[in-house]
């Protein structure tokens, strides 16, 4: 499956932006899909995923409760909504899908096979 994120630019904080990534060419409806950032010199970050059905939901710690993550099948979209941005939000974010995931890699980055290629969330303070 390829995936294509966008929706990234430069806010400020305490505004919000939504960031989109448009799956084709594989079985969308029924991976875990879900979103990764990368700050400058830091390692790769869980941000939040989803289950096929949409019915489960995961956070990381930092984003939980500010950010919310949805997705379309019918659609082939995978979407996340960004509230209350702070500074320490800002990175390069990355979509990701994976079949199969189980609950204990939920968060692991080598659990998701096909990667986006990233767009970039400035947050200014």
């Known amino acids: 499956v390829q995936l294509q994120a966008s929706g990234g630019g430069l806010v400020q904080a305490g505004d919000s932006l939504s960031l989109s990534c448009v799956a084709s060419?594989?079985?969308?409806?029924?991976?875990?899909v879900g979103w990764f950032r990368q700050a400058p010199g830091k390692e790769r970050e869980f941000v939040a995923s989803?289950?096929?059905?949409?019915?489960?939901?995961y956070y990381g710690d930092s984003v939980k409760g500010r950010f919310t993550i949805s997705r379309d099948n019918a659609k082939n979209t995978l979407d996340l909504q960004m509230n209350s941005l702070k500074p320490e939000d800002t990175a390069v974010y990355y979509c990701?899908?994976?079949?199969?995931?189980?609950?204990?890699?939920?968060?692991?980055?080598?659990?998701?096979?096909?990667w986006g290629q990233g767009t970039l969330v400035t947050v200014s303070s």
């Open positions: 990701a899908a994976g079949p199969g995931i189980i609950l204990s890699s939920i968060k692991a980055e080598r659990a998701y096979p096909y």
């Open positions: 060419g594989g079985a969308f409806s029924t991976y875990t």
């Open positions: 989803i289950r096929r059905s949409g019915g489960y939901t």
